[in-house]
């Protein structure tokens, strides 16, 4: 009977969506070779052997990737074979959802450094921008303009870089900028809630905000919607789907507000 790799053989096998995430359960202790633990991806294992993942892995490297799945879905935004640019990417996150959703390349920006996942930094079709700052890039520095470009930034407005996001992307493009009103508000409402914003007519105030800096570069909010999962210090998030280009009347933030209310509630 013909033997496999461990990692081709969870491939063949539909446990892993690819030889790298393999590589990583098994590295991390959770595949069992009938019953016994493996640790080696290049152990040689029969067709025959059960194979058995314990704890599986998150899908994504951090929360972030779940977050931007929502948004996808919802929006019903496709970036399959898309040049994508993600700002503010972190740990990775959203670079990682944008890859598994079939994305032909993606620039990752952070101003940090070491901070995305290695197996982000060893994909062939993740180019990783570290310590840079948004608004000291041009778009010839880095290839644009991009079709698709996600954001999720801390500690700065989504207002003090908006001019630079815009200078990314070009008219038949989809932006999705991730809206967290703990750093779009003034600091007295911040301190008040302990940097946790859970007032609604803050939230309305911070959307609206962020709803005329992207008309004055003449772009618009298409969809808007509260992210179904939270950020870590327990903050409600909005997640926009913007374009580039005018668009006739205007979205009525309120109601986006009411729905975080009411599932905030739930």
Same mark, same amino acid.
């Given at each position: 009977?013909?033997?496999?790799?461990?990692?081709?053989?969870?491939?063949?096998?539909?446990?892993s969506d690819s030889r790298e995430m393999a590589q990583l359960l098994i590295k991390s202790g959770k595949v069992l070779v009938?019953?016994?633990?493996?640790?080696?991806?290049?152990?040689?294992?029969?067709?025959?052997?059960?194979?058995?993942?314990?704890?599986?892995?998150?899908?994504?490297?951090?929360?972030?990737?779940?977050?931007?799945?929502?948004?996808?879905?919802?929006?019903?935004?496709?970036?399959?074979?898309?040049?994508?640019?993600?700002?503010?990417?972190?740990?990775?996150?959203?670079?990682?959802?944008?890859?598994?959703?079939?994305?032909?390349?993606?620039?990752? &920006? /952070?101003? !940090? *450094? %070491?901070? #995305?996942?290695?197996?982000?930094?060893?994909?062939?079709?993740? @180019?990783?921008?570290?310590?840079?700052?948004?608004r000291s890039l041009t778009p010839e520095q880095v290839g644009a303009p991009f079709e698709v470009l996600t954001a999720d930034?801390?500690?700065?407005?989504?207002?003090?870089?908006?001019?630079?996001?815009?200078?990314?992307?070009?008219?038949?493009?989809?932006?999705?900028?991730?809206?967290?009103?703990?750093?779009?508000?003034?600091?007295?409402? &911040? /301190?008040? !809630? *302990? %940097?946790? #914003?859970?007032?609604?007519?803050?939230?309305?105030?911070?959307? @609206?905000?962020?709803?005329?800096?992207?008309?004055?570069?003449?772009?618009?909010?298409?969809?808007?919607?509260?992210?179904?999962?939270?950020?870590?210090?327990?903050?409600?998030?909005?997640?926009?789907?913007?374009?580039?280009?005018?668009?006739?009347?205007?979205?009525?933030?309120?109601?986006?507000?009411?729905?975080?209310?009411?599932?905030?509630?739930?």
């Open positions: 009977m013909a033997r496999r790799r461990l990692d081709l053989e969870m491939v063949r096998r539909g446990l009938s019953g016994s633990s493996a640790l080696k991806p290049s152990s040689m294992v029969d067709a025959s052997q059960p194979l058995t993942i314990i704890d599986p892995l998150p899908k994504y490297v951090s929360r972030a990737g779940g977050k931007l799945e929502a948004a996808l879905e919802t929006f019903k935004i496709e970036v399959k074979s898309s040049r994508c640019i993600d700002v503010g990417a972190s740990t990775g996150g959203f670079t990682d959802c944008l890859i598994q959703n079939g994305a032909k390349s993606v620039l990752a &920006v /952070d101003v !940090g *450094r %070491g901070q #995305i996942h290695e197996r982000l930094v060893a994909n062939q079709r993740v @180019k990783v921008l570290e310590q840079t700052d948004v930034l801390a500690f700065i407005s989504l207002r003090a870089v908006m001019i630079n996001l815009f200078s990314l992307v070009e008219k038949n493009s989809s932006m999705l900028l991730l809206v967290k009103p703990q750093f779009e508000a003034g600091k007295k409402e &911040v /301190d008040r !809630g *302990r %940097g946790v #914003i859970r007032n609604p007519e803050i939230w309305e105030e911070v959307l @609206k905000n962020v709803q005329d800096s992207i008309n004055t570069y003449d772009g618009a909010i298409i969809e808007c919607m509260p992210s179904p999962i939270k950020g870590s210090e327990g903050n409600v998030e909005f997640f926009l789907h913007v374009t580039p280009e005018t668009q006739q009347g205007e979205l009525e933030i309120s109601k986006v507000v009411s729905l975080a209310i009411e599932q905030r509630e739930n």
